[in-house]
């Protein structure tokens, strides 16, 4: 039997659900779509942060924060993250930037639940198996106020 996975948008409501499971589960998501044609590469990236948790009844509860998405033509050579002068692509940069921010909002989330005494894990990946995430918000640490953007091209 495959568990139910229930999404939340509000974080304190899954806190509120999550009270006897084993741990919270918190990670940064990247997601990689891509779509070639003979001649180009089109990627599509999502980076986000979730939190999720495993109760003993076996459901599965998620919570997700996309930060940035955003698509672009893939260079020639894979693993070209520069341009022809040398200096980083502007995908580059906002790829980078999208995990710097994921990561201060991982460490925020991890410190301010650890102060209400949950079991915070940051290692341990509940896989999930979801066509497209809910949105989610939080009022326990301050989000990023361009949390959510997106582009079709940079």
Same mark, same amino acid.
């Given at each position: 039997?495959?568990? @139910?996975?229930?999404?939340?948008?509000?974080?304190?409501?899954?806190?509120?659900?999550?009270?006897?499971? %084993?741990?919270?589960?918190?990670?940064? @998501?990247?997601?990689?779509?891509? =779509?070639?044609?003979?001649?180009?590469?089109? &990627?599509?990236?999502?980076?986000?942060?979730?939190? &999720?948790?495993?109760?003993?009844?076996? &459901?599965?509860?998620?919570?997700?924060?996309?930060? %940035?998405?955003?698509?672009?033509?893939?260079?020639?050579?894979? +693993?070209?993250?520069?341009?022809?002068? +040398?200096?980083?692509?502007?995908?580059?940069?906002?790829?980078?930037?999208?995990?710097?921010?994921?990561?201060?909002?991982?460490?925020? @989330?991890?410190?301010?639940?650890?102060?209400?005494?949950?079991?915070? =894990?940051?290692?341990?990946?509940?896989?999930?198996?979801?066509?497209?995430?809910?949105? +989610? =918000?939080?009022?326990?640490?301050?989000?990023?106020?361009?949390?959510?953007?997106? =582009?079709?091209?940079?």
């Amino acid at each position: 039997m495959s568990p @139910l996975v229930l999404q939340y948008v509000h974080l304190e409501n899954l806190l509120a659900e999550a009270h006897s499971a %084993d741990a919270l589960r918190i990670h940064v @998501l990247e997601q990689t779509e891509t =779509t070639s044609s003979n001649v180009l590469t089109w &990627r599509v990236i999502s980076i986000g942060v979730c939190v &999720r948790a495993i109760t003993p009844n076996q &459901r599965v509860l998620s919570w997700h924060f996309p930060l %940035d998405k955003f698509g672009f033509y893939a260079p020639d050579h894979p +693993g070209q993250s520069h341009s022809a002068n +040398g200096q980083r692509s502007p995908e580059q940069k906002r790829y980078d930037a999208a995990w710097e921010e994921a990561t201060r909002l991982l460490n925020s @989330l991890v410190t301010r639940l650890r102060q209400e005494e949950q079991t915070v =894990t940051t290692d341990g990946v509940i896989e999930l198996q979801v066509a497209s995430y809910l949105p +989610g =918000t939080t009022r326990l640490v301050p989000l990023p106020t361009n949390g959510s953007r997106t =582009t079709e091209a940079t």
